[in-house]
């Protein structure tokens, strides 16, 4: 959604707004707010609007009695406030909208602000977005997470002067913080390639290493955006890395950088080790960085399991399978008490959704995982597999006409014959022939055949099918 002018909103909303500007001039602020608060219920993408409403909140405030004005005007944001936090993710403009109520009875709530430039980011609103992402930026000038996303905001409306000066103003508060020093030059490369140097580009006649004017800076960033998976080259990088952390604890790509390249080294503790560096800096950890983190504890697991640490479980111990199934069992209620609990943290997130349903599924407890694969079917890169798994779990509990049903609308919505579609023509069949419905089940693995005659065990299925008929 872009951002709108005053010529682009309909009539009635124009006059609206006008009543608003009046009411605005005349200091009948109350007035005005519930006027422009109206206006943006229809235009959320008025960005002029917007303005002047913020315009009359912080007015209003100025009139007021400064601290007992702030504290009354909170009183009770925080529901509406959680509300639309949840919703930001789906429901942007109502998460949009929520915040500007809030914001608009007590223009300093940071809290509000957040979430209303996340949910305009969302919305595709940058400009609505550095509205707030100023009014943080001016409370707390120093503060990184809030700067670096206010560039970013200007950087995809192409203001790169403004992106740029916005890092500007955040290295005066962190001078040798030599992460913001690399993101200003990367911010400051952009620009000059955008007022100078594009057209050297574009007819083949320069490139991005001249158009920067440090090369071995060019190099670094070169070499540092690629995680190498080389054994030895993987430990020279960790020791450099962690000799950057006494002047840099908390450069989070170093920390991410770190806890990858110790996994990969199936240094497992020292890989959680980071990762729960990276938890205790504000703002920084989000489900992604959490699901990774739960991924190496759960290999950390499998590498005791598989042997791999004698110090913890010995193969040549008498009692080495009691042990190795009560260290299996402690993976399993890791794996589902992890997943509950960012299912609980991140609510939207569907593919945690699914990611909890097979955990149910594989432990046999089948009427919770039906209504997770369910919810997990409106996440449309989740759907197919989701589909797939309801299906199995109505064919566990011989709801066999359910799963079939489940199983041919997966397959209609299907394009292409990939390995996901084999998936769902197998189960189909394995179903059918479940139900007695044989020459049925054997199409699906007719159809598999003709196109992957080695797939599972459908060669040896469809051979016997036709020596039968003689």
Do not use: W
Not at 171 to 186: E, G, I, V, W
């Amino acid at each position: 959604m872009a951002e709108k002018s005053l010529s682009e909103i309909p009539r009635g909303v124009r006059d609206q707004y006008e009543k608003g500007l009046v009411a605005l001039e005349r200091s009948n602020l109350d007035y005005a707010i519930e006027l422009l608060l109206a206006v943006l219920k229809s235009e959320p993408a008025f960005l002029a609007g917007r303005e002047a409403l913020r315009k009359a909140a912080l007015k209003k405030v100025g009139t007021g009695t400064g601290m007992f004005r702030k504290f009354v005007s909170s009183a009770g944001s925080s529901p509406a406030l959680a509300r639309a936090k949840f919703l930001v993710e789906n429901q942007p403009l109502e998460a949009l909208f929520i915040a500007e109520q809030v914001i608009a009875n007590d223009p300093s709530n940071n809290v509000a602000h957040d979430i209303f430039a996340r949910a305009a980011v969302a919305a595709d609103l940058p400009r609505s977005a550095i509205l707030s992402l100023e009014s943080m930026r001016q409370d707390a000038p120093a503060d990184k997470a809030i700067s670096i996303r206010l560039s970013e905001a200007y950087a995809a409306l192409g203001q790169d002067d403004k992106a740029e000066a916005v890092f500007a103003a955040l290295l005066r508060h962190h001078p040798n913080d030599t992460q913001l020093s690399m993101m200003a030059k990367n911010v400051s490369a952009k620009r000059t390639l955008n007022e100078g140097g594009y057209e050297a580009l574009a007819d083949g006649k320069g490139s991005y290493r001249s158009i920067l004017k440090d090369k071995g800076e060019a190099v670094r960033l070169e070499q540092e955006s690629r995680v190498t998976r080389d054994a030895a080259h993987s430990e020279n990088l960790i020791q450099q890395y962690e000799s950057r952390l006494a002047t840099e604890p908390d450069n989070i790509k170093l920390l991410k950088n770190l806890a990858e390249l110790c996994a990969q080294q199936k240094d497992y503790f020292r890989s959680i080790h980071y990762y729960n560096l990276i938890e205790g800096i504000p703002g920084s950890f989000d489900s992604t960085l959490e699901r990774e983190r739960s991924e190496v504890i759960v290999k950390r697991f499998n590498q005791v399991i598989e042997g791999g640490d004698p110090a913890q479980l010995n193969p040549a111990d008498p009692d080495f399978e009691q042990k190795r199934a009560a260290v299996i069992a402690q993976r399993d209620e890791f794996m589902l008490n992890d997943c509950r609990s960012r299912v609980e943290k991140y609510p939207t997130d569907l593919a945690i959704r699914f990611e909890l349903g097979v955990l149910y599924f594989n432990l046999g407890r089948i009427s919770e995982a039906i209504p997770e694969f369910q919810r997990a079917e409106n996440n449309p890169h989740k759907r197919p597999q989701a589909m797939l798994y309801s299906a199995r779990c109505f064919a566990t509990r011989n709801m066999n006409d359910m799963a079939v049903r489940k199983l041919q609308v997966a397959l209609k919505e299907k394009s292409g014959f990939d390995d996901e579609r084999k998936e769902l023509l197998y189960t189909l069949g394995t179903v059918l022939e479940k139900m007695g419905n044989a020459e049925e089940a054997m199409d699906q693995f007719k159809q598999i055949a003709e196109v992957d005659f080695g797939y599972r065990d459908v060669a040896a299925r469809v051979d016997a099918y036709y020596a039968s008929k003689g």
